[in-house]
C-alpha cells in the first residue's frame, strides 16, 4: 500500500492532510493555504499516451491524489470537468508566438476549469451527506460566475458569491446575479480585497463553522487551483511535441492563482520555461519582486477587474514554494506597463524582452505563451 499525499499549511501551524479532506476544508484551520508536502516528477514520456486534456489531467493529478478517497474517481471527475477545449493558436508562422485560449467553457472564464473539476468532487465527496454545504466565494468578476455555473442546481450545496459593487462590469454582474436557486450573489461596498477578507474571517468563525458546513471555491482552495495546472501541462507538451522545446508563458495576474498553476505544473517537471506575470496598475507583485518589501495596498479599479486584487493570498502558496526572495525573483518575473521587473535588471518590455523570453534562436529556445483572460 503506498503512502498518502499530503498537504500541509503555508503557514506550518495545522497537521497535514489528504487532498480530499483540505478540498472540504478549503483553508486551513490556522487560516494557511493548503501546498504540496512533496512533489512528483514528471517526465515528457510519461504523457506519451496522453492527447486529450482529461487525460493528462488524470495523469498529472493521480500523484497528488494517492490513497485518497477519490482517486478512483478522478478519471470521471477530470472527464465530466473538462469537457471543452484549451486550444493553442499559434499568432505567427513558426508557431512560436501562441495564445492559449482558455475562455471555452461555459462562462467565457479560465475559472471555468477549477470551478467545475471542484463542483465534481464535491458531488463525490458529499454523497449522501445530512448537512447542507455552504460554498463562499469572493469575486473580483469572473470566478463567482464560474463558481455559479458549476454549483447551479446540484443538491446539497449552496452558494454565496460576493462581489465588489460597481467595481465588476455589467456583463460580469449579469453573469454574477442570474442564477436563483440555490446561489446568492451579494454586492459588497468595498473592493475585492475586502470581499476576500470577509471569506477568510467566516472560516475562521467557531459559531460560524457549528452552525453550517463550509468550504470555498477561491483559489485559496486546492481543489479549484490544482486542476488548473492541467491546461499548462497539456500546451507545454503540446509545444514540446512541435518544437521539441520548453514553453514560457505570460500569465496575466491578479489572486495569483492562475500563476500558481503554471508553477506547480513546471515544479512536477512539465517542460516549462520562463513565467512571466502580466499585472496592471496594482502593483504589489512587481513592487516586491523589485525591492524585496511585501506591502499589500487597496486594490486600484482597472477595466481588467479580474486582475485588480492588492493584496494576493495565493502570495502565500508563492512563498512557500520559493521561501528565498533571490530564489522566488528567479523563478519568475512580473511585468507592469513599459517594463519588466527582474532580479536581474529591469528590463524594457520590447523586441529584447521577448526575443529574451523566446530564447532568441539560441540553444535553449523556447514558444512563448500568452494566456489572455482578464477583460470582458
Not at 213 to 240: C, D, F, H, K, M
Not at 352 to 375: I, K, M, S, Y
Amino acid at each position: 500500500m503506498r503512502e498518502p499525499f499530503l498537504f500541509r499549511s503555508s503557514r506550518g501551524e495545522a497537521p497535514a492532510c489528504a487532498f480530499s479532506q483540505a478540498v472540504l476544508q478549503g483553508l486551513a484551520p490556522d487560516g494557511g493555504l493548503y501546498v504540496p508536502l512533496g512533489w512528483p516528477r514528471f517526465t515528457v514520456a510519461d504523457f506519451a499516451t496522453d492527447d486529450t486534456l482529461p487525460a493528462i489531467a488524470s495523469r498529472l493529478l493521480a500523484p497528488f491524489l494517492a490513497e485518497d478517497v477519490l482517486a478512483t474517481e478522478l478519471a470521471g471527475i477530470a472527464r465530466e470537468a473538462l469537457d471543452f477545449p484549451a486550444p493553442l493558436v499559434p499568432l505567427d508562422a513558426d508557431g512560436r508566438l501562441a495564445v492559449l485560449e482558455l475562455f471555452h467553457g461555459p462562462t467565457a472564464a479560465f475559472k471555468d476549469f477549477g470551478a467545475r473539476f471542484l463542483a465534481a468532487s464535491f458531488a463525490r465527496l458529499r454523497l449522501g451527506a445530512s448537512r447542507k454545504l455552504t460554498i463562499l466565494v469572493a469575486t473580483s468578476g469572473d470566478t463567482g460566475g464560474a463558481v455559479a455555473a458549476a454549483f447551479h442546481g446540484r443538491p446539497g450545496v449552496e452558494v454565496a458569491v460576493l462581489f465588489p459593487k460597481g467595481l465588476v462590469s455589467p456583463t460580469q454582474e449579469r453573469q454574477l446575479t442570474c442564477w436563483g436557486g440555490n446561489v446568492r450573489s451579494l454586492a459588497v461596498r468595498g473592493t475585492f480585497d475586502d470581499c476576500q477578507r470577509l471569506v477568510k474571517a467566516a472560516f475562521l468563525d467557531p459559531q460560524l463553522a457549528s452552525e453550517r458546513t463550509l468550504s470555498s471555491a477561491n483559489s485559496i482552495n486546492l481543489g479549484r487551483l490544482l486542476p488548473q495546472s492541467a491546461y499548462y501541462a497539456a500546451s507545454s507538451l503540446e509545444v514540446w511535441r512541435r518544437h521539441g522545446e520548453p514553453a514560457s508563458f505570460i500569465v496575466p495576474s491578479g489572486n495569483l492563482g492562475n500563476a500558481l498553476a503554471c508553477l506547480w505544473a513546471r515544479r512536477a517537471g512539465l517542460p516549462i520555461a520562463e513565467v512571466l506575470l502580466a499585472h496592471n496598475a496594482n502593483r504589489t507583485v512587481p513592487e516586491f519582486l523589485a525591492t524585496g518589501t511585501w506591502q499589500p495596498r487597496p486594490s486600484i479599479a482597472t477595466l481588467a477587474s479580474a486582475m485588480d486584487v492588492g493584496d494576493p493570498s495565493n502570495m502565500e502558496r508563492l512563498r512557500a514554494l520559493y521561501p528565498r526572495l533571490e530564489e522566488l525573483r528567479g523563478a519568475v518575473a512580473a511585468a507592469l506597463g513599459a517594463r519588466l521587473d527582474r532580479a536581474r535588471g529591469e528590463i524594457p518590455r520590447d523586441r529584447r524582452a521577448a526575443d529574451r523570453a523566446r530564447g532568441a534562436g539560441t540553444r535553449d529556445a523556447h514558444t512563448l505563451v500568452c494566456t489572455p483572460d482578464a477583460v470582458y
